[in-house]
């Protein structure tokens, strides 16, 4: 019983994230730290954390490489990270 009230805020917290797919260009990725600098068509680039299956799929893009990647933002649609990279 005590683990199905401990699950209760976690399940609440996942319903407040929003996914959205955005193609980009890869600027740089780093392993080390779990990020990836990319830049959309029409803005400057921008340094997001990887987290979940993105951080297995980091070692296989570089500068350059078009990606589409998947990115998790708060319902009030603040970046919070990529969640995954597809060639």
Do not use: Q, R, W
Request: charged content about 25%; some cysteine; proline content about 5%.
């Amino acid at each position: 019983f005590l683990i199905a009230i401990a699950a209760l805020p976690v399940v609440a917290l996942a319903g407040s994230f929003k996914y959205h797919d955005a193609p980009v260009t890869v600027v740089s990725a780093d392993m080390k730290a779990h990020t990836l600098t990319i830049k959309g068509d029409d803005g400057p680039s921008h340094t997001a954390p990887v987290e979940g299956n993105a951080i297995k799929e980091l070692s296989s893009v570089k500068a350059g490489d078009k990606v589409t990647v998947t990115c998790k933002d708060t319902d009030k649609g603040e970046h919070l990270a990529v969640t995954e990279i597809k060639k």
